[in-house]
């Protein structure tokens, strides 16, 4: 009987035991993913943008693009902006100043020129948090048809790829353009993709502006 007790005894510590090293490994596996999940917050709420190191130095501010204007050391000043209607943004000690029409570096310059009045030699930096104003339309007979965003110069052909290419029985010789001119009218634009790929007629591959629409027929 002492036998059976002293067995049964042993039993208990060990499977005692075992159950503070598994809960040993849960805890080490619960911080590590804890970790972890901190790790992607601090990354997913840092100050880089997301979107601006993709954006042409020639990009041209627009109504509705959002601006993040950092001014270093100067907090009460750093914001983020949306271009308003008459493509106008407001900043404290600036006023009101005119953004769209401006590339960033333009604005840039123009809120450190305002703010010398008050900061000694202030370091700006604007960038294009969300781009709203300048975009171009694909549709008909390709695999993606939709809105894509111009932040860099655009020809048909990169449209074309960004589409994700023609679908079958797309009619690859009667492309056109639809582009919105100066006087209000609307002109249609050729584009052979045959013959532009080829080495013909290269001059149909133009750049593309806020709000052409490419149809593929």
């Not at 510590?13 to 040993?24: D, G, P, S, T, W």
């Not at 790829?161 to 079958?168: K, P």
């Not at 013959?195 to 149809?215: E, F, M, R, Y």
Request: hydrophobic fraction near 40%.
């Amino acid at each position: 009987m002492n036998k059976i007790l002293r067995v049964a005894s042993v039993g208990i510590v060990l499977l005692a035991c075992a159950l503070v090293v598994v809960a040993q490994t849960d805890s080490k596996s619960v911080n590590k993913l804890t970790d972890k999940a901190a790790t992607r917050s601090e990354r997913t709420n840092g100050v880089m943008p997301v979107a601006g190191s993709a954006i042409s130095e020639e990009f041209v501010i627009g109504t509705g693009d959002v601006l993040a204007i950092n001014v270093w050391k100067e907090a009460e000043v750093s914001r983020v902006v949306p271009v308003r209607s008459d493509g106008r943004i407001s900043l404290p000690l600036v006023g009101e100043l005119q953004a769209g029409g401006r590339t960033p570096k333009q604005l840039e310059a123009e809120i450190r020129t305002k703010l010398k009045d008050y900061v000694s030699e202030p370091e700006v930096t604007v960038i294009v948090q969300e781009i709203k104003s300048q975009k171009f339309n694909v549709l008909g007979m390709v695999m993606k048809p939709g809105s894509y965003v111009l932040t860099n110069p655009t020809t048909i052909l990169d449209a074309i790829a960004l589409a994700g290419g023609f679908r079958d029985f797309a009619k690859q010789k009667d492309v056109y353009v639809l582009r919105r001119t100066p006087d209000g009218n609307q002109a249609r634009l050729p584009f052979n993709y045959k013959d532009v790929v080829k080495g013909h007629n290269s001059a149909q591959n133009i750049v593309l502006q806020s709000n052409d629409t490419i149809v593929v027929p």
